[in-house]
């Protein structure tokens, strides 16, 4: 089971977003998209940004995001 949860997760995206504006994550696939690719990443060599107790990469980068230390970038028109 994925802690936190996907609803946890994208409210924490979510959350630097003025009422009235679209969200920045509407799905969970924007979610695993978003942890997968930061995971590949740390896969390839860059450092992880949190002290995490597991050293799985997408336990990582899921943390990373939990913690506000990666952000989901909304698509522009």
């Given at each position: 089971?994925?802690?936190?949860?996907?609803?946890?997760?994208?409210?924490?995206?979510?959350s630097?977003?003025?009422?009235?504006?679209?969200?920045?994550?509407?799905?969970?696939y924007s979610?695993?998209?978003a942890?997968s690719?930061?995971?590949r990443?740390?896969?390839?060599?860059?450092?992880?940004l949190?002290?995490?107790?597991?050293?799985?990469?997408?336990s990582?980068?899921?943390?990373?995001?939990?913690?506000?230390?990666i952000k989901?970038?909304a698509?522009?028109?």
């Amino acid at each position: 089971m994925l802690h936190p949860s996907y609803s946890d997760l994208m409210k924490v995206v979510n959350s630097e977003v003025e009422p009235g504006e679209a969200p920045v994550v509407n799905s969970r696939y924007s979610i695993v998209m978003a942890t997968s690719k930061r995971a590949r990443q740390i896969i390839g060599g860059d450092e992880p940004l949190v002290n995490a107790k597991d050293s799985k990469p997408l336990s990582i980068a899921v943390e990373e995001l939990n913690q506000g230390k990666i952000k989901i970038l909304a698509d522009e028109d």
